[in-house]
């Protein structure tokens, strides 16, 4: 039975010869021929995965480096309804403004949006905005 590293190479590699596989990554092919022996060292492993497109924990599973229980991912409890206005704002400027820097206006109130408009001011059955300053 062959190791579970020559497995996952030849899975990804669609069987390709240890020539093809070596030149892919860039190394001598005899080092691939080695690995029926050895697993490939994780920088390979690494390069490997990245060079035919699949995910590097795959080859680190197949290869030994890491176990499954090693890959578990952390699960969020907190759902967006349960962040305060103030943090989402906060997270949200973090995000957009260039290294960090500060937003220059905070919205801290309805009125900072500015003027309401008045909707008297719109004629909407003649299509066009009816302003009262505006010359006629």
């Known amino acids: 039975m062959e190791p579970a590293w020559i497995a996952w190479i030849r899975d990804i590699s669609d069987h390709a010869p240890d020539r093809q ?6 190394i001598a092919p005899s080092t ?37 229980g090693d890959l578990r991912t952390p699960r969020y409890e907190r759902d967006l309804g349960r962040f305060t206005a103030s943090e989402l704002l906060a997270e949200l400027a973090q995000r957009v403004t260039p290294d960090g820097q500060q937003l220059h206006a905070q919205i801290t109130s309805p009125n900072d949006y500015g003027e309401e408009p008045d909707p008297n001011a719109y004629d909407l059955a003649a299509g066009h905005v009816a302003r009262p300053d505006a010359p006629r």
């Open 21 to 26: 596989v070596a030149a892919k990554i860039g």
């Open 32 to 68: 691939v021929g080695r690995w029926q022996d050895y697993p490939p060292k994780i920088d390979a492993v690494v390069k490997l995965a990245r060079a035919y497109g699949v995910p590097v924990a795959d080859g680190l599973l197949a290869s030994g480096y890491v176990q499954p």
